[in-house]
């Protein structure tokens, strides 16, 4: 079936610093979200993009919908220790199915 | 406004018993999605509702597993006999109308 792919797998960082990760897929879509799940909870939605070169923000975190449909990028300006957790890529298809990427582990170290 | 309540939060059972997981979607939504999460294979959709029917089940692993939604506010998933390879996060997600789901805080299941 369809996989959603996520890079990196996992990351530390340190506080302060600027997180990139992104997500690819082998098919072309019209919908990409991003959701972040703390530990021991549920994911909750940070950001959808519904254009192919759309950029939006939301405080620190900012994704982008890339120019091929294939893949979307994430990033999270100087990251603070609550922003660990997992951060997965998520689309829908045409008939509704919700399928989520492998996710990326953040670890930020203060 | 309550979110998606899922009950129990910890279950833990013994190989062959009956496991009943519950949920509760956003009042007016007319979408509720179950999923399980583990290590190995991510978060996989099980089967999803909308307005009580499913739609599509193609996601649950075997015979073993029963979703059902007598009503709008209420969700079960059902594994009857469980087995050791069943122990994950059980999430139940609703959702309004849109591509935006809104998930419960999942139901840790171990099945020793």
Not at chain 1, 23 to 52: H, M, R
Not at chain 2, 29 to 46: A, P, S, V
Request: aromatic fraction near 12%.
């Amino acid at each position: 079936g369809q996989q959603l792919n996520q890079s990196p797998q996992s990351m530390f960082i340190q506080e302060g610093e600027d997180v990139s990760m992104n997500c690819t897929s082998s098919s072309i879509f019209n919908t990409w979200l991003w959701y972040k799940q703390d530990p021991g909870e549920g994911p909750v939605l940070l950001i959808a993009l519904y254009k192919a070169g759309e950029l939006t923000s939301n405080g620190r975190l900012t994704a982008q919908f890339g120019i091929t449909r294939k893949d979307s990028f994430l990033n999270i300006s100087a990251s603070i220790p609550s922003d660990v957790g997992i951060y997965f890529c998520a689309r829908t298809s045409g008939t509704y199915k919700y399928i989520f990427g492998t996710g990326t582990r953040l670890k930020v170290l203060a | 406004d309550a979110g998606v309540i899922q009950s129990p939060r910890h279950e833990v059972t013994e190989m062959g018993q009956e496991v009943t997981l519950r949920c509760k979607p956003i009042s007016g939504h007319d979408y509720l999605f179950w999923y399980r999460q583990t290590m190995m294979r991510g978060l996989e959709l099980l089967i999803y509702f909308n307005n009580n029917v499913p739609i599509d089940d193609s996601g649950m692993p075997e015979d073993r597993f029963s979703a059902k939604m007598p009503n709008a506010s209420f969700s079960t998933l059902k594994i009857q006999p469980s087995e050791p390879r069943d122990s994950a996060v059980y999430f139940c997600a609703s959702s309004l109308d849109s591509e935006k789901l809104f998930f419960g805080s999942g139901t840790q299941l171990s099945v020793l």
